[in-house]
């Protein structure tokens, strides 16, 4: 088992580590003692947060027992705060935080709450790395040169309002997809709906009536056909390994635009047929999904917080389609010769537990998935179980068993974090950015180094 310690905050936000108390996780609400092969350093971006009204819980190995901070505290008149771990993308956590939750605990924001604790002189966390593709670790961002280029493509192209939101999403609210488009690589995105046919529980960009808020203002227009293709084009004939996609967390659901997503896709393969067009959907709409491919779409990502329908339905809330239209989806796609992928929202403990693993590897029998997206699933996990009405039915595997269980099942069934670029051709060679160094730079493939361009 471990070595590392609990950590813990003050009520001023000081982090510490406990003298002796090792440090615990938990997996479907149950504290578990942490093997020290589940941790890994905190990656770089990551963020630690304090959990309010919730009491830290540790593991005292000499009274073999988990102990709430707060029945031993070393100072008796110190308030305590559970602390956790936000993590860097490409990374899916193993535990999250253990700790009691107060009466009056406030419901935690959207957020993932890995576990975290202190090792030989650094933070350690509960998780894996899912996705060797570093298009969002933080070193591969040059905020000088993302404000540099994104004010001039503002400027340039003040007229396009898909591009002013963009700007809007890299510049105030920092999203990954959005500072990579503004330089010319990778993934892009492009969001289109303010409608949406479901209630998630985590939407991030809408909440209504609810206990914990949205993190981000979802767009308020339908983008034009050739607005969607003026974006799209630019970055398709000339980023790195380009791929755009429909469907993102500042809008609804891009299926509901679907003849203006058509017309959009239309127009971009008339012009380029490099490059990735992706649409990531709550897959409701079989019919739309197969005009889409017909007019040149190239892969789809589907989430699913669950492959059991009851707890389908009570996350996502849907409005006018069933779990029986997402598994439509998922075989049209396929059975056009797209690529097919899922965004399964992870949760330790529900994720792995033995049934649900049993139910995925039924749908990939199904419907021919080719990926598995391990994202995390940003919501308080407590409130999250009361609000699906989860009750435990079996064993839980661990996340790492669960990952090996549905390899073994179907060993071409990738793992991983992004939506891949199906035809990596290289860019045209561009010249020099004025201001800039000149001379060749050698890229690496698969989004494994940062470039000028």
């Known amino acids: 088992m471990t070595t590392a310690k609990l950590v813990y ?21 149950s504290w578990q003692r942490v093997d020290d092969t589940f941790l890994i350093p905190l990656p770089p971006g990551s ?18 027992r988990f102990a709430k901070l707060g029945e031993i505290s070393l100072d008796p008149g110190q308030t305590v705060q559970a602390v956790a771990a936000f993590m860097a993308p490409a990374h899916t956590q193993i535990l999250t935080a253990a700790y009691h939750s107060e009466d009056n605990a406030p419901v935690l924001p959207l957020f993932s709450y890995t576990a975290v604790g202190w090792k030989e002189g650094q933070f350690v966390a509960a998780g894996i790395r899912v996705d060797p593709l570093v298009r969002q670790d933080i070193d591969q961002f040059d905020l000088e040169k993302l404000k540099r280029r994104a004010r001039r493509a503002l400027d340039r192209q003040a007229h396009n309002r898909l591009i002013q939101h963009l700007g809007i999403c890299a510049l105030t609210y920092g999203c990954p997809a959005a500072k990579n488009y503004f330089l010319r690589r990778w993934e892009a995105p492009l969001p289109t709906s303010p409608q949406c046919n479901a209630s998630c529980l985590g939407c991030i960009s809408l909440q209504e009536d609810s206990q914990v808020c949205a993190s981000q203002e979802r767009i308020t227009f ?44 239309n127009l971009i393969r008339s012009q380029t047929g490099r490059g990735t067009i992706n649409l990531n959907t709550n897959g409701s709409l079989p019919e739309t999904i197969a005009q889409l491919r017909d007019s040149g779409l190239d892969s789809i990502r589907v989430s699913l917080n669950s492959a059991r329908e009851v707890y389908y339905r009570n996350y996502y809330k849907p409005r006018g389609y069933s779990f029986t239209d997402v598994q439509a989806s998922l075989r049209t796609m396929k059975s056009r010769g797209g690529f097919v992928s899922i965004n399964l929202l992870t949760l330790p403990g529900i994720s792995d537990e033995e049934e649900e693993v049993e ?53 071409q069934v990738g793992f991983g974090y992004f939506n891949p670029c199906l035809n990596p051709s290289p860019p045209p060679r561009p010249p020099c950015e004025q201001g800039e160094a000149g001379g060749s730079r050698a890229l690496r493939r698969g989004g494994r180094a940062d470039s000028e361009i």
């Open 9 to 29: 905050a003050d009520d001023s936000g000081q982090i510490y580590d406990h003298p002796y108390l090792e440090m615990a996780g938990s997996s479907g609400g």
């Open 47 to 64: 963020e630690l947060f304090l959990l309010p009204d919730r009491v830290p819980v540790g593991y005292d190995r000499d009274n073999q």
């Open 222 to 265: 339908v983008p034009s056909a050739e607005e969607i293709a003026e974006v799209a084009m630019g970055h398709l004939q000339k980023a790195i390994e380009p791929l755009v996609s429909f469907g993102q967390g500042c809008e609804g659901e891009p299926l509901l635009q679907g003849k203006t997503l058509a017309a959009a896709t």
């Open 359 to 411: 139910a995925i590897i039924r749908l990939i029998d199904d419907t021919g998935i080719d990926l598995i997206q391990m994202r995390n699933l940003n919501v308080d996990p407590e409130w999250y179980l009361r609000e699906i009405g989860y009750r435990a039915t079996g064993r839980r595997l661990g996340i790492l068993q669960m990952m090996a269980k549905i390899r073994q099942a179907h060993p």
